[in-house]
């Protein structure tokens, strides 16, 4: 199954916040690096070098100069494919990220680390005046939050780095239901891939080839085990996700908050229930069903066994059966005819998230997955998990942000950091 695959059926729109920030004088000009925005690699795994990587050495008005990995190996190759690709050896190699955001020569940073790292070193890259496009999810709730206020105060670019927004399949789907074509909404179903049960395992030595301690970062102090540092592990321990919920969830929870035009909010009431791995450090939950109510009437169900999305209103219905596989409704009409001239035109870009990243650091335009949306969509997921955490039903207040039923459910909108990390002062 390859969520990664770009339909070019596209269809792009405009309406756009600007925010009032200037454009770096050395990005202005017909024969300067202008055209060449400079970027920073943070993360170079798999998915930081075969999407992120890949994607922004395709651009060219950006110049990656940087990469950076705790894994020396990993930053090595991301290295030798950089400079190979340019031809030159401008690209320098980094084994700590700071070491990158505090260059003045690099504009902006692709953040491709585990989920326990993405608010931390956008904030960060944030304060250093970079322009951040970030690997989903957010830790936590609170983390979303202070990530969206301080993208607000400081009018830099961020953009949630996932390409649903752009995939013909989902946007058209967002754009019929807001258009009226299956009457009122009434239902969304999705479902999403269920987690995996891994054995537990012992302390093992840390390679070589890795800074273990950096790894961890904000997360608590544990010992080194060895596939805990793997990303088909790593997001099974609650240190550091919210399990394959929300890694998938950042995907079709999103188009379905975009379709009910909530996604600058929220639901109003959450009741899941979901089992996990017992006795295994691999502790988030396997399998799920989570129910969800908007304030709108509209329930969203969500339970794990596949990768579905469909839309239910007093007209008709309309969806996907699968990842990215086409589509279907109650009436071929729904989902073929081209939205009108005069209809609702959602804001896409279908060369995906880094090329609409890319254009927005020069125009200083809204991204299409900007941090607001992105921090209400991983709400949704981290709702969901604290309701089945708790095995109790929640009331969710998404003007305030706040669980106005349950003391425990509110303790665990945020995380305490590993010091010395900190979202204020790192």
């Known amino acids: 199954m ?49 999407r992120n990587l890949n994607m922004f050495l395709q651009q060219p008005d950006a110049k990656v100069l940087a990469v950076c990995d705790v894994f020396k190996s990993r930053m090595q190759n991301a290295h030798k494919i950089t400079n190979a690709h340019y031809k030159s050896k401008d690209c320098s190699m980094h084994s700590d990220f700071r070491e990158i955001l505090d260059r003045k020569d690099i504009d902006t940073v692709m953040i491709s680390t585990p989920d326990h790292w993405h608010a931390l070193m956008s904030a960060m890259a ?38 649903d927004r752009s995939l013909f399949i989902y946007h058209r789907l967002a754009e019929v239901v807001r258009n009226g074509r299956i009457g009122t909404l009434k239902e969304i179903r999705v479902t999403l891939p269920a987690g995996k049960k891994f054995p537990n395992e ?18 608590p102090k544990t010992p080194y085990t060895k596939n805990r540092t793997k990303q088909q592990h790593w997001r099974h321990v609650w240190d550091y996700s919210g399990g394959k919920f929300t890694d998938w969830g950042m995907h079709q929870l999103d188009t379905a908050q975009w379709a009910n035009n909530t996604e600058k909010t929220g639901p109003i009431k959450i009741s899941g229930k979901g089992t996990i791995h017992e006795g295994s ?18 329930q969203l169900s969500v339970k794990s066994g596949g990768t579905s999305i469909h839309f239910y209103g007093s007209e008709g ?15 071929v009409e729904i989902v073929k ?26 125009s ?9 949306i992105g ?52």
């Open 202 to 219: 012992t302390e093992s030595k840390v390679p070589d080839d890795l800074n273990y301690d950096l790894w961890l970062g904000p997360a």
């Open 126 to 163: 944030i304060r250093r005046g970079k322009d951040v496009i970030c690997e989903k999810p957010t830790l936590t709730v609170a983390e979303g939050r202070y990530i969206a206020n301080l993208v607000k105060k400081t009018g830099r670019i961020f953009q949630t780095s996932t390409e």
């Open 364 to 372: 200083r335009k809204e991204p299409y997955f900007p941090a607001e």
């Open 281 to 298: 450090m691999y502790n988030t939950f396997v399998d799920y069903k989570i129910q969800y109510s908007y304030a709108n009437g509209v």
């Open 2 to 50: 390859n969520r990664r695959n770009f339909i070019k059926n596209t269809a792009i729109t405009a309406g756009i916040m600007s925010f009032p920030n200037i454009i770096p004088a050395r990005l202005l000009g017909k024969n300067s690096p202008s055209n060449q925005i400079t970027v920073g690699m943070i993360g170079t795994g798999g998915h930081g070098i075969h």
């Open 337 to 362: 005819e081209p939205i009108p001239e005069d209809g609702l035109h959602l804001y896409t870009c279908k060369g995906g998230e880094h090329r609409n990243f890319l254009d927005c650091v020069k």
């Open 375 to 426: 921090h209400r969509c991983a709400t949704l997921c981290h709702l969901g998990n604290i309701s089945m955490r708790l095995n109790a039903p929640l009331d969710w207040d998404p003007q305030k942000e706040k669980i106005t039923n349950n003391k425990e459910g509110s303790s665990m909108l945020s995380r305490k950091m590993r010091e010395p990390w900190n979202l204020e002062t790192s």
């Open 317 to 331: 219905w309309c969806g996907s059966r699968s990842w990215d596989s086409g589509l279907e409704a109650s009436k």
